[in-house]
Nanobody
Framework: QVQLMESGGGLVQAGGSLTLSCAAS????????VAWYRQVSGKQRELVAG???????NVVDSVKGRFTISRDNSENTVYLQMNHLKPEDTAVYYC??????????????WGQGIQVTVSS
């Protein structure tokens, strides 16, 4: 059973930085795309960033220029570097993996989520 475990969340002031890590229990990141989603209470979970099997990356417009997704296959870990954080970035962040990660319904693996809170 593959497990994804997020770490690195917490409380930070606006303008600060955090790096989220997603560690997999097996070597799945070399054969699956990986994404970071986030969810604010009462709202739908939204895609934030993704990295393909080949290493191509994408981030949504709201975090472009501030967030970077990267992957270390040797460590079975995917990272989300978040700079210049804003209060509106406050959410629970989820790691997701699968052959298709752009749509939640096709995601194969989910992490348990980690809280990121940005104070103004």
């Amino acid at each position: 059973q593959v497990q994804l475990m997020e770490s690195g969340g917490g409380l930070v002031q606006a303008g600060g930085s955090l790096t989220l890590s997603c560690a997999a229990s097996g070597s799945i990141f070399s054969t699956n795309a990986v994404a970071w989603y986030r969810q604010v209470s009462g709202k739908q979970r939204e895609l934030v960033a993704g990295i393909s099997i080949g290493g191509n990356t994408n981030v949504v417009d709201s975090v472009k220029g501030r967030f970077t997704i990267s992957r270390d296959n040797s460590e079975n870990t995917v990272y989300l570097q978040m700079n210049h954080l804003k209060p509106e970035d406050t959410a629970v962040y989820y790691c997701a993996a699968g052959k298709i990660i752009s749509t939640m319904g096709f995601v194969s693996y989910w992490g348990q989520g980690i809280q990121v809170t940005v104070s103004s």
